[in-house]
């Protein structure tokens, strides 16, 4: 479990992905090398993966199939910079909201608008699958990074919502060279999620 504040940038240094999965290498040179240890879940741009080796500053994960089909990671090149967060423990401090690490799906990055030292991008997604689960002055998790939601306007089969970044955010994040037409990682609240399963039992 997570909190959906980024602790450090890494890099990825290797990507192989086979038809089963992928064996992806990332620095975590960032990251305090005494609180990783083989078996830790690590949040790589919000999807959580197991660190199964460490090779001095480069930690490998084994990505499944599964996992490749609901995320981005299979187009991973290197040097792509990652958003990078360990995970929760009892002594930590909630800072962002719960961030499970489960991806549910993909956005694209649509309209980017700087205002002074913020900037405020909005996202588009598909409705049926993300998009009803987006709610104003909720909270997703963009990349692993946990954000507010000002505005959320359907249009169609699509949902479009927007966040402000805050100068740190955008300074110390994968956010700051985000541009329009690429695509993120998202993660809607729980709650959204439980409740709209609760409603579909529901129906006849």
Request: glycine share 10%; with cysteine; charged share 20%.
């Amino acid at each position: 479990m997570f909190t959906g504040i980024i602790q450090s940038l890494g890099e990825v240094v290797s990507n192989t992905v086979t038809r089963t999965g992928s064996r992806l290498g990332i620095a975590l040179s960032a990251l305090d090398p005494a609180r990783i240890q083989l078996g830790d879940s690590i949040a790589v741009n919000g999807t959580c993966l197991t660190l199964t080796e460490l090779e001095k500053n480069t930690g490998y994960f084994d990505v499944s199939a599964e996992t490749l089909g609901r995320c981005l990671i299979g187009d991973w090149k290197a040097g792509q910079a990652v958003n990078l967060e360990l995970s929760l423990t009892l002594e930590s401090r909630l800072g962002g909201h719960l961030v499970f690490g489960h991806v549910d799906g993909v956005g694209k990055l649509v309209e980017r608008r700087e205002e002074s030292e913020f900037s405020t991008m909005r996202f588009e997604v598909d409705q049926a699958t993300i998009g009803r689960l987006v709610a104003e002055k909720g909270s997703i998790a963009i990349d692993g990074v946990s954000l507010t939601t000002n505005a959320v306007v359907d249009h169609g089969s699509t949902t479009g919502f927007e966040v402000m970044l805050v100068p740190h955010t955008l300074e110390n994040t994968t956010f700051g060279t985000l541009r329009e037409g690429m695509r993120v990682h998202l993660e809607v609240d729980q709650v959204a999620r439980y409740i709209h399963r609760l409603w579909e039992s529901r129906q006849p």
